[in-house]
């Protein structure tokens, strides 16, 4: 169930709030903390935030347009639509410690988004049977780790990779290039029923009635790089959304991967390409993938660490023994302001964690108990 809250109406309405985009958005959130105290707050305290100064100021302070945020609240209250704020536990913490996230995100599904483990798997629209058979290997192969398989819900290796994920009884989320209200492309409605159905999920920064422009697709690419440990290129041309996502995956310092093919095919002369250039990692088999991402196990949902193995911790390890007891990965960042630890003594808490087989470090300054 949607929770409706009074924050909730100025956290839609920043999003529309002009020259305040996702950046800005996020300096004023770390200020004031919630987004009805920006809208309330004096001029002169807005004017004096790095970045915002008398002309956003004065956005802020003249925005009425509120009806829109309205509306949308009553179309998350019907059909249950999760929103996201950017200060929420439930926003994707991966993807928050990227410069340009989205300031909210729409959800409507049930799969974690700040699983231990997760990875996109993008391609061509126009695949082959080598891509085909080459993705469904993969995610079989993966399917003992409970990775999250994330996708654009696109034709072609998109489409298949969730149709794997399901089929593996993995979750699995499609980051759309329009608002929840319509599907692109329709033929995949079914597809994107099975995956909510199978604890997966969909997820936009639009509003409900927005619909695909092509323009949306790039800006969308973001989410699904900044979302993952990794991204996956399995086929791909020299040019298009895989090249892109690709790019912003490797400037968000996640590891990108892609799968080599004939020098004579144009379908994979991206993927050449990305090898070539040392901005993929060439991947022949899930195995390989496990290995660089430090997946020494497979992960389950239930897994939960020997409590005897915490006896002889200090306080300090406790506690963040505890807070990872809690979610399944935590940021480094979020574990130092909830510890409220130096630094240094955050860093050997961690480190000693670590050496004792307790917490395990993931892509991204990522952290998990490790699973017995």
Not at 64 to 73: G, L, P, T, W, Y
Not at 237 to 246: D, F, L, V
Request: hydrophobic share 40%.
């Amino acid at each position: 169930m949607t929770t409706i809250t009074n924050d909730l109406l100025y956290q839609l309405a920043l999003t529309q709030v002009p020259q305040i985009g996702c950046v800005h958005a996020k300096l004023l959130i770390q200020h004031f903390h919630s987004a009805e105290a920006i809208f309330k707050a004096r001029p002169t305290e807005l004017e004096k935030i790095e970045g915002i100064g008398t002309v956003r100021a004065r956005c802020i302070k003249t925005f009425n347009a509120f009806a829109q945020a309205e509306k949308e609240i009553a179309f998350l209250e019907k059909f249950r639509i999760k929103p996201l704020f950017l200060n929420q536990p439930e926003y994707p913490q991966r993807l928050l410690h990227c410069y340009d996230s989205p300031t909210l995100l729409f959800y409507r599904g049930n799969a974690n988004l700040n699983a231990a483990r997760i990875i996109a798997v993008i391609g061509t629209r126009s695949n082959s049977t080598y891509g085909k058979q080459v993705t469904e290997n993969l995610i079989k192969e993966l399917a003992s780790y409970n990775i999250l398989v994330v996708s654009g819900l696109a034709l072609g290796i998109d489409a298949i990779a969730h149709r794997a994920a399901v089929k593996n009884n993995l979750s699995t989320v499609g980051v759309l290039a329009h608002g929840l209200e319509s599907l692109y492309p329709s033929e995949h409605t079914n597809l994107a029923k099975e995956m909510i159905q199978h604890d997966g999920g969909l997820l936009t920064e639009y509003y409900s009635d927005i619909t695909a422009e092509k323009h949306h697709f790039p800006i969308r690419n973001r989410i699904v790089a900044g979302m993952c440990d990794a991204v996956v290129v399995i086929e791909t041309g020299i040019k298009g959304g895989s090249m892109i996502t690709a790019d912003l995956a490797n400037g968000y310092n996640r590891d990108v991967f892609a799968f080599p093919g004939k020098v004579t095919d144009a379908k994979s002369a991206g993927c050449n390409a990305l090898i070539k250039n040392n901005k993929a990692i060439l991947l022949t088999q899930a195995q390989e993938l496990a290995e660089m991402l430090g997946w020494s196990m497979p992960a389950t949902k239930n897994n939960q660490p020997q409590k005897e193995l915490f006896v002889n911790l200090n306080a300090e390890e406790k506690t963040i023994v505890d807070i990872l007891t809690e979610k399944q990965s935590v940021h480094i960042d979020e574990l130092n302001l909830r510890c409220g630890l130096s630094t240094s003594s955050m860093a050997a808490a961690i480190l000693n964690l670590e050496l004792q087989n307790i917490v395990l470090a993931l892509p991204g300054k990522m952290y998990q108990l490790v699973s017995t």
